[in-house]
């Protein structure tokens, strides 16, 4: 069983930054895919970004491109989004996803583990 928290979410003005954290449990966590995934009241879970087991892979929604950033610390057993210029659009409920596979895709229905999801409003 993996279990996966996340941290860091709250209110936050339109062009700030914000950091969310998923600590995840699990004596195998270097060998799984990680991800962040969003949910906006009313729409469906979308993808937000990736990273493989190793880092060697890294993927992004190209609503994110070049402001998030997502980064993996092994030794701590966490996982980090960094999101700069925020926009009132990136308000949503941000949950952390597991991959046992390691590969760290862009698809919901890869990822076996979830968080509980933390709630992230930007304010215009």
């Known amino acids: 069983q993996v279990q996966l928290v996340e941290s860091g979410g709250g209110l936050v003005q339109a062009g700030g930054s914000q950091r969310l954290s998923c600590a995840a449990s699990?004596?195998?966590?270097?060998?799984?895919?990680m991800a962040w995934f969003r949910q906006a009241p009313g729409k469906g879970r979308d993808f937000v970004c990736a990273i493989s087991w190793s880092g060697g892979s890294i993927l992004y929604a190209d609503s994110v491109k070049g402001r998030f950033t997502i980064s993996r610390d092994n030794a701590k057993n966490r996982v980090y989004l960094q999101m700069n210029s925020l926009k009132p659009e990136d308000t949503a409920v941000y949950y952390c996803?597991?991959?046992?596979w390691g590969r760290g895709t862009s698809r919901v229905s890869e990822y076996e583990y979830w968080g509980q999801g933390t709630q992230v409003t930007v304010s215009s």
């Open positions: 996803a597991a991959d046992t």
């Open positions: 699990g004596r195998t966590f270097t060998s799984y895919g």
